[in-house]
């Protein structure tokens, strides 16, 4: 999990622990990695049923990649900063496409997860979710391991998909089924909801591709802190590189913090700055840019610049001592 700074208590990966949840149907399924199974299907050479141990069999990979979800489908403008940054250990789909050997008609693969029920005033509904062949060939993880342990009951056990670069929604969780189409599924959750219009465009796509953020971790929002020099650090991310990171205290103009690069893994990136923080109350922002030039809203969309508050005290003792 490592600290990335001695003085700060934020991690680089975030303990399974305190990962979000989100589940859109239910009851959930509880599997069983010995009965499970997974069917390829539809415009392939060879349908397959893989069960956990063909999945053990193939080639194993492993990344660390942000895990954020896009928020509440029906309020897509809404910033939820439901965010963490994991390290996954599974197979490519790839791997497994190889097996079954698409059709040259295929263009889109779906992925299906074994939870069903009911939501938005629709019942009878299975998890599904789609994405381009070839982009999901080249991206999507199949993934078994979160943070070197199997995955939990919760988080999509024995497998799931992990689409690294896109929201949690494209993560399809307790995969059952993959079918290789000609189309997109006509679906609640593929083209009725978990779509958008892009900023300056006029239609709606589908939820895919991060967009650029960032998050405020150190301070603590609403925490005191000691007037004076202050570390504030937290962590960006979008779907290329975080190229700079600015911070703004108060009405004082947009600071550059320091960044790490992204490495070839989309992980988080790290950035801090040390500020000298007057005696009273502030509001601390922060405001990424990445490598296509996207730069966070001031406000109005859910990657909308973050806020922090805190108060900064003349009289704090320093930490340890009475
Ligand atoms: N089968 C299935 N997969 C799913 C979902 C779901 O409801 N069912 N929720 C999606 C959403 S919206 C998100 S943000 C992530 C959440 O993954 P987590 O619960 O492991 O954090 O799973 C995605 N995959
Ligand atoms: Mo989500």
Same mark, same amino acid.
């Given at each position: 999990?490592?600290?990335?700074?001695?003085?700060?208590? /934020?991690?680089?990966?975030? !303990?399974?622990?305190?990962?979000?949840?989100?589940?859109?149907?239910? !009851?959930?399924?509880?599997? &069983?990695?010995?009965?499970?199974?997974?069917?390829?299907? *539809?415009?392939?050479?060879?349908?397959? $049923?893989?069960?956990?141990? %063909?999945?053990?069999?193939?080639?194993?990979?492993?990344?660390?990649?942000?895990?954020?979800?896009?928020?509440?489908?029906?309020?897509? &403008?809404?910033?939820?900063?439901?965010?963490?940054?994991?390290? @996954?250990?599974?197979?490519?789909?790839?791997?497994?496409?190889?097996?079954?050997?698409?059709?040259?008609?295929?263009?889109?693969?779906?992925?299906?997860?074994?939870?069903?029920?009911?939501?938005?005033?629709?019942? *009878?509904?299975?998890?599904?979710? /789609?994405?381009?062949?070839?982009?999901?060939?080249?991206?999507?993880?199949?993934?078994?391991?979160?943070?070197?342990?199997?995955?939990?009951?919760? +988080?999509?056990?024995?497998?799931?998909?992990?689409?690294?670069?896109?929201?949690?929604?494209?993560?399809?969780?307790?995969?059952?089924?993959?079918?290789?189409?000609?189309?997109?599924?006509?679906?609640?959750?593929?083209? $009725?909801?978990?779509?958008?219009? #892009?900023?300056?465009?006029?239609?709606?796509?589908?939820?895919?591709?991060? %967009?650029?953020?960032?998050?405020?971790?150190?301070?603590? /929002? *609403?925490?005191?802190?000691?007037?004076?020099?202050?570390?504030?650090?937290?962590?960006? @991310?979008?779907?290329?590189?975080?190229?700079?990171?600015?911070?703004?205290?108060?009405?004082?103009?947009?600071?550059?913090?320091?960044?790490?690069?992204?490495? #070839? %893994?989309?992980?988080?990136?790290?950035?801090?700055?040390?500020?000298?923080?007057? !005696?009273?109350? +502030?509001?601390?922002?922060?405001?990424?840019?990445?490598?296509? *030039?996207?730069?966070?809203?001031?406000?109005?969309?859910?990657?909308?610049? +973050?806020?922090?508050?805190?108060?900064?005290?003349?009289?704090?003792?320093?930490?340890?001592?009475?």
């Amino acid at each position: 999990m490592f600290r990335t700074d001695p003085e700060t208590p /934020d991690l680089f990966i975030t !303990p399974v622990d305190e990962v979000f949840i989100r589940n859109h149907l239910g !009851p959930l399924p509880r599997l &069983d990695r010995a009965t499970w199974s997974l069917t390829v299907e *539809g415009l392939v050479e060879r349908p397959l $049923r893989l069960d956990f141990p %063909d999945i053990q069999g193939l080639p194993q990979t492993r990344l660390t990649a942000v895990h954020e979800c896009f928020g509440n489908p029906l309020r897509p &403008d809404v910033p939820t900063r439901a965010v963490t940054n994991l390290e @996954w250990a599974g197979v490519p789909l790839a791997a497994v496409l190889e097996l079954a050997g698409p059709r040259p008609e295929a263009r889109h693969v779906w992925l299906e997860g074994a939870d069903t029920g009911d939501f938005a005033g629709e019942s *009878g509904l299975s998890y599904l979710k /789609d994405l381009p062949l070839d982009q999901a060939s080249a991206e999507v993880v199949l993934a078994h391991t979160m943070n070197g342990e199997p995955l939990r009951p919760d +988080h999509g056990y024995p497998l799931r998909a992990v689409a690294p670069l896109m929201f949690g929604t494209n993560s399809v969780k307790w995969l059952s089924r993959i079918v290789l189409a000609a189309d997109r599924p006509d679906h609640l959750f593929t083209t $009725r909801l978990y779509t958008r219009v #892009p900023p300056g465009g006029r239609e709606a796509v589908p939820v895919r591709e991060k %967009d650029v953020s960032s998050k405020l971790l150190t301070p603590g /929002d *609403g925490s005191s802190v000691p007037a004076g020099s202050c570390a504030l650090a937290g962590y960006a @991310w979008s779907s290329t590189e975080v190229t700079s990171v600015e911070i703004a205290v108060d009405d004082a103009d947009w600071q550059p913090a320091a960044l790490d690069r992204r490495g #070839p %893994d989309p992980a988080w990136q790290r950035f801090r700055l040390r500020y000298d923080l007057a !005696p009273g109350p +502030h509001r601390i922002r922060c405001r990424a840019t990445d490598s296509a *030039g996207r730069v966070q809203p001031l406000t109005g969309d859910r990657n909308a610049v +973050h806020e922090i508050r805190v108060v900064a005290g003349a009289g704090s003792p320093p930490a340890g001592r009475a």
